[in-house]
């Protein structure tokens, strides 16, 4: 009961912190920068810029996930290469008004491409690049693509943006520790995207979850999403960590509860609507428009609602 109660105390106090207004009609909450949101310190010496909770757009120049920093004492290690090169300049723009600290090292969350497409601006700051095996594959594949997407979408914004690969790769996890802080970078298993990581730390109990956990807006399901291994490493991986803080991937910072709701609880709810689909020997068609209005009031919804359902259906059918 006590760590419920000190989860719920913390919460609170990030609220305080961090405006917590999530709408995706909102194009932008800080004109005078191509960020989305101005970054906001979550506990000491951690940092975020908070994306929309929308598609990327133009209006937020493709700013639609969180881009998180750590002012470590002996250099600053910044979560999310963004998703383009004058977004990526953007986010250092506002790291220098924090701290004198260089970067010295970026860590893509997973290989796409608002965790990515920025690669290129920093590696003209000479900065190291860390991602997992299977997002730098990933990347390999698809940052063309992604690339000219995003051009499509950002227009003069996308301005200097190529698909840029990490320069270094792991296994299963990556031991830091700079300055004040120990980091553990880790891939805990299948999640929502191929080499998806998650950045913790442990003496704060915080957790930079990148696309494990959303918050405030539907995850969304891609034909690579893994449901079933996501739900697993969650239960076996992700929750055991015991994080106070959790900043997710999409959304603003919150707890570890709030994730819990709005990611496990979203997927086990959707597959269990499927599974009722499969059990009655209806097809595809009916699977697209089982009940999910539980989660109506979640921004993305009316964009991704639909499309999940399909491909979940889909994969369970070989299950």
């Given at each position: ?109 997973n290989g796409q491409g608002h965790a990515a497409l920025g690669n290129g601006y920093w590696a003209e700051q000479n900065v190291p690049i860390l991602a997992h095996e299977d997002a730098a594959d990933a990347f390999d594949e698809d940052g063309l693509n992604s690339r ?61 979850a990148g696309d494990m956990a959303f918050h405030e807006r539907l995850p969304p399901i891609f034909d690579d999403t893994d449901t079933a291994g996501w739900l697993e490493t969650w239960v076996d991986e992700f929750e055991p960590l015991g994080a106070l803080y959790v ?73």
């Open positions: 009961m006590r760590n419920h109660a000190l989860s719920a105390i913390l919460a609170a106090t990030i609220s305080l912190a961090i405006p917590a207004h999530a709408d995706q009609s909102i194009p932008d909450q800080y004109p005078g920068s191509l960020l989305y949101a101005k970054p906001v310190e979550v506990i000491p010496h951690v940092w975020s810029a908070i994306g929309a909770t929308a598609p990327p757009t133009y209006d937020n120049a493709g700013h639609n996930n969180n881009l998180s920093f750590i002012v470590t004492g002996e250099g600053v290690i910044v979560v999310n290469g963004s998703a383009s090169y004058l977004l990526a300049r953007a986010l250092h723009d506002e790291i220098k008004r924090i701290t004198d600290e260089p970067v010295v090292l970026v860590i893509n969350e000219d997407r995003h051009k499509t979408i950002l227009k003069e914004r996308a301005e200097g943006t190529e698909a840029v690969a990490p320069t270094e790769t792991f296994a299963d996890a990556k031991d830091i520790s700079l300055g004040r802080f120990k980091i553990e970078v880790l891939h805990l298993g299948p999640a929502h995207s191929p080499g998806d990581i998650s950045v913790w730390l442990p003496d704060e109990k915080l957790v930079i900043i997710p991937g999409h959304g603003h910072p919150t707890n570890m509860a709030q994730v819990r709701r709005y990611t496990h609880d979203y997927l086990v709810y959707l597959r269990g609507k499927i599974q009722e689909v499969i059990d009655a020997g209806d097809g595809l068609a009916e699977a697209y428009y089982v009940d999910q209005s539980p989660y109506a009031h979640l921004d993305t919804f009316g964009e991704l609602a639909t499309r999940n359902a399909g491909r979940v259906f889909e994969a369970m059918e070989f299950e």
